[in-house]
């Protein structure tokens, strides 16, 4: 079983089993995170590109939980010269199995530099492939056509931002669902500040009548439990 907790943003929790993974963990300066950086678990943090809303707490937390963190090979240099003990660098395209199931690094348009400046190599997407369930998270990305092959994964669950302005927005991201064809579909990157505010429940609307992906709109702090796929 595996339960997806959405914190806001682009920052989920993904737990299987006994294993706590958090994705672009953004807390201390997220006007919606339901919860601090003191207070969650991780046994692994994956952090999609190097921009602020998305590296968050992780050094932080990675020092307090032991975490090991997955990232680039570029922001993984980065991390652990900024006091990250344990990391993994994989880089686009590259898989590895780790005791919770296959993670691969997968193409994301968009930019990634660090917050001092630092170059942080390409932003990426996160497929995680549990064994049961297979998990797409598309970090910061505009729209591209490698959706399609992606397509081809059988992913049961996406998580794609909606936000626009910085990202896809809703019309974009709908063109992305019916390349992705996931079995559901969640938004995200959306309504942490008003740039980026959106409408989720119309855009959910839309996925339904016009993708076959069936659309699930969470509240901040909401855990979807897959299980039912
Ligand atoms: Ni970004
Ligand atoms: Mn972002």
């Known amino acids: 079983m595996l339960k997806l907790t959405w914190y806001s943003h682009a920052a989920w929790e993904i ?12 807390f201390s300066d997220n006007p919606l995170a339901p919860i601090t950086a003191a207070e969650v678990s991780a046994d692994y943090i994956v952090i999609t590109h190097g921009h602020g809303d998305h ?10 939980t032991g975490a090991t963190i997955i990232a680039n090979a570029e922001i993984a240099r980065w991390v652990r010269s900024h006091g990250a003990e344990n990391v993994h660098a994989q880089h ?7 005791p919770f199931g296959y993670l691969k ?5 968009h930019g990634s530099s660090l917050p001092d400046g630092s170059y942080g190599g390409m932003p990426a997407g996160v497929l995680i492939d549990f064994g049961p369930h297979t998990v ?9 056509a490698g959706m399609q092959l992606l397509g081809e994964e059988d992913i049961d669950v996406a998580l794609l931002p909606i936000g626009d302005n910085y990202t896809m927005g809703p019309r974009d991201a709908l063109r992305a669902v019916n390349l992705l064809r996931p079995r559901v579909v969640i938004p ?13 429940h119309a855009w959910a609307a839309r996925v339904a009548e ?5 659309p699930l709109v969470l509240e901040v702090g909401q855990t979807y439990t897959v299980n039912e796929l």
């Not at 797409?136 to 591209?144: E, R």
């Not at 995200?188 to 409408?199: F, G, R, S, V």
């Open 55 to 64: 590296l968050g707490d992780a050094i932080p937390i990675a020092q307090r």
């Open 105 to 109: 690094l997968t193409p994301a348009v």
């Open 188 to 200: 995200m990157h959306y309504n942490t500040w008003e740039i980026i505010a959106q409408d989720a």
């Open 136 to 144: 797409y998270h598309a970090g910061d990305t505009g729209l591209f």
């Open 15 to 26: 737990v299987t089993g006994e294993t706590h993974i958090l994705i672009d963990p953004f």
């Open 92 to 98: 686009i395209g590259g898989g590895f199995r780790y």
């Open 210 to 214: 016009e993708t076959s992906s069936r």
